[in-house]
């Protein structure tokens, strides 16, 4: 396996995870166990199977829970360090905050997701663009549960019953070079849609890496227990060597 270029991992973990309460009202989301460990546990194991050896992990709704589970990253040979932020700043807002530890390439990662992406791939293409920014994608089926009509003036010419779409997603993970932060608002909410908006209306190049193998986000109540079942029977090798 070709390893990634020591670069430095943000993993964002403050939200509140409210599409997954009532879990959530006990423990933050990077916690929910997915078999016998939290989900940020397989991220930490995932990422230094690709040789990232620094983490910073922003914190915020039970933030006390995450670092005392993760503490220093010693037990996965990384080093992990905390930003705690004083409210909600969104999936990229808090980059802000640790700004100062950012004067590389780096990457941002969601803390609810499960994936075997290649990241040495992934960093290198990256690498060979102009782009500030690089997203990593993949191909998600959504299905609809109502009959879709297709009209002209008014008229049906076509109709499909629950039908399923395919739309290429983000995955929650993001290579980024320093001179992003300067797109981002102090002091106020700033998600991805947001950043994705600002790009596209500066005209600056934003670019796609797709990813056709396990992507698993275990934001939601169906997403998690299709994680408990999916990655246990057929991923959990794949992704932790285990």
């Known amino acids: ?9 943000v993993i964002m973990a403050g939200g509140k995870g409210t599409r997954l309460r009532p879990y959530t009202f006990i423990l933050p989301k990077p916690l ?27 914190t915020g709704y039970l933030g006390y829970m995450i670092s005392a589970v993760c503490k220093d990253g010693s037990q996965w040979d990384i080093d992990i360090r905390y930003s705690t932020e004083p409210e909600p700043l969104g999936t990229i807002g808090a980059l802000l905050m640790v700004e ?85 608002p102090k002091g106020v909410p700033f998600g991805f849609d947001n950043l994705m908006h ?19 986000d275990i934001g939601r109540e169906e997403d998690f227990s299709h994680a408990q079942a999916s990655f246990l029977r057929d991923y959990k090798s794949v992704v932790l060597g285990a």
């Open 1 to 9: 396996m070709r390893k990634a270029k020591e670069i430095k991992a």
């Open 32 to 58: 929910m166990p997915v078999g016998d460990q939290p989900v940020i546990a397989m991220l930490l194991k995932w990422l230094r199977r690709w040789n990232i050896k620094e983490a910073i992990i922003t």
């Open 100 to 184: 100062d530890q950012l004067d590389d390439t780096f990457i941002v990662i969601n803390s609810d997701l499960i994936t075997d992406l290649d990241l040495g791939s992934f960093i290198d293409f990256h690498n060979r663009h102009d782009g500030l920014v690089t997203v990593a994608t993949t191909q998600k089926p959504v299905k609809v549960d109502l009959g879709v009509l297709e009209s002209d003036g008014g008229k049906l010419c076509a109709f499909k019953e629950k039908p399923k779409l395919d739309f290429e997603v983000s995955m929650g993970i993001y290579c980024m070079e320093p001179s992003i932060l300067k797109f981002i």
């Open 198 to 216: 600002v790009m596209l209306d500066a005209k600056l190049p934003v670019y796609l890496f797709r990813h056709e193998g396990l992507w698993l």
